[in-house]
């Protein structure tokens, strides 16, 4: 069964201390593997898709890097702002067509100033 | 350039009546998705639609549940004789249908129910 895991749940970090968070996979064939920011009480945000592993994206204080088995979002030098919860998600290639994306619980990051 | 929209973005019922949601999606988005997300929670995968025709369900959707896309534009889904546990974020998402592997989809604010 197609599956994903993120760790830690939650992580507190204080302004400026750099982290990373964890997806772990296992799916049918990978299509590819999605990160999205997501603040209290809205939807979902697009951040970043990776397809093959080795592929890193950037985008300001994030990147997001895969291999064959987990996904790791870095935050370098966070500012408060950055606190949200970061969801992980992949769409298999066993789901034949049709691009359902399979989400993770998700990580809850607090920065603290 | 308008994104995805949900209305309503709040909904209190109370047990045994029935809801629908609207979703506008992009307007050059051919695909539809419906996900419910619950507090702690990833969003789980509802259902799907390609223009107007559905083309997969959950096993999460019950026979309650009904999801419509008309002329492959909005979508609506229903929920009948709602239930406390059908308490929960439904989010719908858009995307283009892949010319290639890649497809990202983008996600509205959401309609947040409560069933009391």
Not at chain 1, 92 to 113: D, H, M, R
Not at chain 2, 13 to 20: A, E, F, M
Not at chain 2, 41 to 68: C, I, M, V
Request: hydrophobic share 30%.
């Amino acid at each position: 069964e197609d599956q994903v895991t993120q760790s830690p749940e939650a992580l507190r970090l204080q302004e400026g201390e750099s982290s990373s968070l964890n997806c772990s996979y296992t799916v049918s064939g990978l299509r590819g593997l999605f990160w999205y920011r997501q603040d209290p009480g809205k939807g979902p945000e697009f951040l970043f898709t990776l397809y093959s592993a080795g592929e890193e994206k950037e985008k300001e204080r994030l990147k997001a890097t895969l291999t064959k088995k987990e996904s790791f979002l870095h935050i370098t030098a966070p500012k408060p702002e950055d606190s949200a919860t970061y969801l992980c998600a992949v769409q298999a290639a066993g789901s034949g067509n049709t691009g359902k994306l399979i989400f993770g619980q998700g990580t809850t990051l607090q920065v603290k100033p | 350039d308008t994104g995805v929209s949900q209305n309503p973005r709040h909904k209190i019922t109370k047990r045994g009546q029935n809801v629908t949601f609207r979703c506008d999606p992009i307007s050059e988005h051919n695909r539809l998705y419906w996900y419910r997300q619950t507090l702690g929670q990833g969003p789980e995968f509802l259902t799907y639609f390609q223009n107007e025709a559905q083309l997969e369900k959950s096993r999460l959707l019950s026979d309650r549940f009904s999801a419509e896309r008309p002329k492959g534009s909005f979508s609506t889904l229903e929920i009948q004789r709602t239930e406390q546990g059908d308490s929960a974020m439904y989010l719908c998402a858009s995307s283009l249908a892949p010319r290639t592997t890649q497809e990202t989809q983008y996600f509205g604010p959401g309609t947040r129910l409560l069933v009391l």
